[in-house]
T-cell receptor
Framework: QQPVQSPQAVILREGEDAVINCSSS?????VHWYRQKHGEAPVFLMI?????EQKGHEKISASFNEKKQQSSLYLTASQLSYSGTYFC?????????????FGSGTQLTVLP | DGGITQSPKYLFRKEGQNVTLSCEQN?????MYWYRQDPGQGLRLIYY???????QKGDIAEGYSVSREKKESFPLTVTSAQKNPTAFYLC??????????????FGQGTRLTVV
């Protein structure tokens, strides 16, 4: 049930853009995105609910394609502070229990 | 200030011993989670609980046990049956908005080392 994230790692120069993908083999109810700095707790970025909406947070935005059971996180004009590991977490549509399951993460490094 | 607190931050355990990791939240959240993180790996779900006195196994529950006697507390016991317990453990909590959980708040983690 673990979502699949891609790429596993990406290296950028400041000001460049990046896309991180998250896909599930099962129908999704919602997708969460978090960023974790080394040795710290993950920090919430945004939630997307089924309905294909897109959300934005400054220069970080995300989309949710319910039909494809995929979500993508877009980082535009990246800053040094964007470095970290990005995780997507999913809640599945089936079942009454809400099990928040995370992908294996995408390590993003922004260089000056 | 509201938040989620894990203790201790670092924990050393001898092989064959059980050890309990504490997780307390004062956010009035219904749902609580325990995750394990190994170096360079993602967050793997150990146990989760949606309400008091109820909890469910996650993907890697073997060798772990939990209790949820109070809404605020969700302690995790790493038993001697867990073959490779050295890892970073994260506790999280969230509330429900309709049918969906809202954002999860994470504690600062406990780094457990077996010596």
């Amino acid at each position: 049930q673990q979502p699949v994230q891609s790429p596993q790692a990406v290296i950028l120069r400041e000001g460049e853009d990046a896309v991180i993908n998250c896909s599930s083999s099962k129908a999704l109810y919602s997708v969460h995105w978090y960023r974790q700095k080394h040795g710290e707790a993950p920090v919430f970025l945004m939630i997307l609910l089924k309905g294909g909406e897109q959300k934005g947070h400054e220069k970080i935005s995300a989309s949710f394609n319910e039909k494809k059971q995929q979500s993508s996180l877009y980082l535009t004009a990246s800053q040094l502070s964007y470095s970290g590991t990005y995780f997507c977490g999913i809640l599945l549509s089936s079942g009454s229990a809400r099990q928040l399951t995370f992908g294996s993460g995408t390590q993003l490094t922004v260089l000056p | 200030d509201g938040g989620i607190t894990q203790s201790p931050k670092y924990l050393f355990r001898k092989e064959g011993q059980n050890v309990t990791l504490s997780c307390e939240q004062n956010l009035n959240h219904d749902a609580m989670y325990w995750y394990r993180q190994d170096p360079g790996q993602g967050l793997r779900l150990i146990y989760y609980s949606q309400i008091v006195n109820d909890f469910q196994k996650g993907d890697i529950a073997e060798g772990y046990s939990v209790s949820r006697e109070k809404k605020e507390s969700f302690p995790l016991t790493v038993t001697s049956a867990q073959k490779n317990p050295t890892a970073f453990y994260l506790c999280a909590s969230s509330t429900m908005a309709g049918e969906a959980n809202t954002e999860a708040f994470f504690g600062q983690g406990t780094r457990l080392t077996v010596v």
